[in-house]
């Protein structure tokens, strides 16, 4: 078991086509450098990547609630020594928006 911190880069924008619709595209990612190796002492390999990528539109039917839906992709890959994990998930989704 590791911890470590993972800081990540990423871009937003977000266009209101109409007063009630917002439509949202994040890509958020990782690379881990080299470098980062070092700061694992017992590890003689480390490699790590992040993506995160988020496309959305939000509909309001009021100031408090509306309602979410869109397309997320999610990656995530790690290798250190003899361990290694890979994580996808990809597809649509729906959700409710409260805000307060």
Known sequence: ETTAPIPTLGVIGRVYPHKVL???AEFTGLKAPGFIRDRFIDATKFEATFKD???YATVSFSRFV???GGYRALAADYVVDDDSGDL???GPYV???VRF
């Open 22 to 24: 917002g439509i949202t």
């Open 95 to 97: 959700g409710a928006v």
């Open 66 to 68: 509306g309602v979410q």
């Open 53 to 55: 990528f988020d496309l």
């Open 88 to 90: 996808k998930m990809k």
